[in-house]
């Protein structure tokens, strides 16, 4: 079940374990539960549970190749905070730029 | 099967049939993808490019459709104007969209890359942005500003 709540992104980023797991995608994406979980201090059924919750906030998405399903970062929920956010700063720049440039013309009520 | 490179994944608040004209419609795609236009008749075989909206002789990307099954399913091989003629060269891009409670899932497999090229890397940056701003523009009819300029990347 996949939650489209902005809170599922935020609480599944929370745990260090999970960014950990999303690093690992990161560097090297589409890998299994088995890959994923060598060289971690985690068991399996540890693992698991996390990519269960990072999939259910959208952070991770799946295919199946054969009988092994691949995870991979699916960073789209990411770039939706940084719209939201970042976004509306840039744009607030944006008309300040515009401002500064339209006094500097001379053309005040431009 | 090969192994994708990438699968990106995002929920709209749509109906698949708004999903799939955003995808093929050169006027929506203007709006929310960099200022371009994808351009094609979306039949399996036809040519598509990937062209500059405003100067539609400036195409970033060229491919074939390869499946066609509108509003659920899209196939399309990617490669660079220079690569057209190679086949070997071309990646593929898979588009499924299906109704999900309220909402529409679009995923987004794209496979065949050659590793370590630049296409890689752009494709790493630039399909988040794209999605991301392909549902602003349809849960809210506006599009991001930093979607709607022509860049030849995504900002950083």
Known sequence: MVSLDIDAVFKALADPSRRRLLDRLCAENGQTLTALTKNLQMTRQAVAKHLTILEAANLVSTVWRGREKLHYLNPVPIHEIHDRWIGKFERQRLRALHDLKRKLEGREDG | ?156
């Open chain 2, 1 to 156: 099967m090969d192994k994708p490179e990438f699968v990106y994944v995002t929920y709209i608040l749509s109906t698949p049939e708004k999903v799939w004209n955003a995808l093929v419609d050169g006027e929506v795609t203007k709006q929310y993808w960099f200022r371009r236009k994808n351009a094609s008749d979306w039949k399996v075989g036809s040519k598509w490019e990937h062209q500059d909206y405003d100067n539609p002789a400036t195409v970033d990307i060229v491919g074939k459709v390869v499946e066609s099954v509108p509003p659920r399913r899209l196939v399309i091989t990617w490669a660079l104007p220079a690569d057209a003629a190679s086949d070997e060269k071309h990646s593929r891009v898979t588009f499924e969209i299906e109704p999900f409670n309220e909402t529409v899932r679009l995923k987004v497999t794209h496979d065949r890359l050659e590793p370590g090229s630049d296409m890689l890397r752009d494709i790493s940056n630039g399909w988040p942005v794209v999605l991301s701003s392909l549902k602003t523009f349809l849960e809210t009819g506006q599009p991001m500003p930093m979607a709607t300029r022509r860049t030849t990347h995504p900002p950083e």
